[in-house]
């Protein structure tokens, strides 16, 4: 069974910087680890993703340039740097994993419990 964590939330001024981890505790092998994100009242949407094996990275234009997404397999464990934020990326941020490449949140079977991001202005 895996298990997801996520940690390093928290509030932050616009243009500043945060990282995000999740720990994964089970399955690594063809396995695509994602970060996805919901503003109240907006559905989930898809931020960036990669593969456990290889480290192929996929991006949301939206993050494109400013987000980094990585992986360290001796820590099993997943990142996402957040530079130059902005109010809109305010949100609950969510590490998912899934057997395939997927920016729509229903192709991940597995999901942590979300870290609360925000950007003041």
């Known amino acids: 069974q895996v298990q997801l964590v996520e940690s390093g939330g928290g509030l932050v001024q616009a243009g500043g910087s945060l990282r995000l981890s999740c720990a994964n505790s089970g399955r690594t092998f063809s396995y695509v680890m994602g970060w996805f994100r919901q503003a109240p009242g907006k559905e989930r949407e898809f931020v960036a993703a990669?593969?456990?094996?290889?480290?192929?990275?996929n991006y949301a234009d939206s993050v494109k340039g400013r987000f980094t997404i990585s992986r360290d397999n001796a820590k099993n464990t997943v990142y996402l740097q957040m530079n130059s934020l902005t109010p809109e990326d305010t949100a609950v941020y969510y590490c998912a994993g899934g057997p395939s490449w997927n920016r729509d949140y229903r192709g991940y079977s597995d999901w942590g419990q979300g870290t609360q991001v925000t950007v003041s202005s």
């Open positions: 990669i593969t456990w094996t290889g480290g192929n990275t």
